[in-house]
Structures are given as C-alpha cells and as structure tokens.
C-alpha cells in the first residue's frame, strides 16, 4: 500500500508559477513510474506528466511541454511538478499517481489505467 499526499496547489494570476508536491509514505517509490493528472470540472481525467523511475525518462502531454517540469527525490520520497506560465485553461484538480507493477527503469506512463495508486488531488486554478 502506498500512500500520496499532493500539496502546492492554489490561487494565481494567469503567467504565475506553482509548485506541487507528492509525497509518498508506506513505501519507497525510487522504483515506482510516477504521473501527474488533471481533472478539470466536466471533463476525463487527463493525463499531465510522467517520470520513469529512474528519473532519466519524462514525458509531457503537448499541453503543458515547455512550461511544466515533473522531477523526483528519492531521498525525499517526493516527486513535484513544476509549473510555469500558467494559463486559465490549467485549472483543474491535479493528482499524482504511482504505478507499483513492474515497469522498465526508463519507461514513463501516460495512460491513467498505467497506474495504482492515487492521491486526493489538490486545486489548482489560474485567473486571467
């Protein structure tokens, strides 16, 4: 069982930056693939970014490429993403998932069905 607290999310203007967090607990995720979802209010669970668990492989939907940046610390138990000139059409509920069946150290997933385990999700919304 592993459990995923997200943290970071809020209020920003439209151009502003936030961070989110992850954090596991239950047990180590250094080798585990991670994702970041979204859910905004009407509309699928979309996928955001995901990071092999080596760390080596990222992925981004073409969305967000450019602007947001998934990472992990091991040491930390933690992965985050970084995002950056946020736009209106960013808001939405953001999820990080861990994926605990066997996965290749370099490959990432970008599929919500890839996944284990989830986290409650924390807001994100970005006025204009």
């Known amino acids: 069982q592993v459990q995923l607290v997200e943290s970071g999310g809020g209020l920003v203007q439209a151009g502003g930056s936030l961070r989110l967090s992850c954090a596991a607990s239950g047990r180590t995720i250094s080798r585990y693939a991670m994702g970041w979802f979204r859910q905004a209010p009407g509309k699928e669970r979309e996928s955001v970014a995901s990071i092999s668990w080596s760390g080596g492989t990222t992925a981004y939907v073409d969305s967000v490429k450019g602007r947001f940046t998934i990472s992990r610390d091991s040491a930390k138990n933690t992965v985050y993403l970084q995002m950056n000139s946020l736009k209106p059409e960013d808001t939405a509920v953001y999820y990080c998932?861990?994926?605990?069946?066997?996965?290749?150290?370099?490959?990432?997933?970008?599929?919500?069905?890839?996944?284990?385990?989830w986290g409650q999700g924390t807001q994100v919304t970005v006025s204009s």
């Open positions: 998932a861990v994926r605990i069946r066997w996965s290749h150290s370099g490959n990432y997933y970008l599929s919500k069905d890839e996944y284990d385990y």
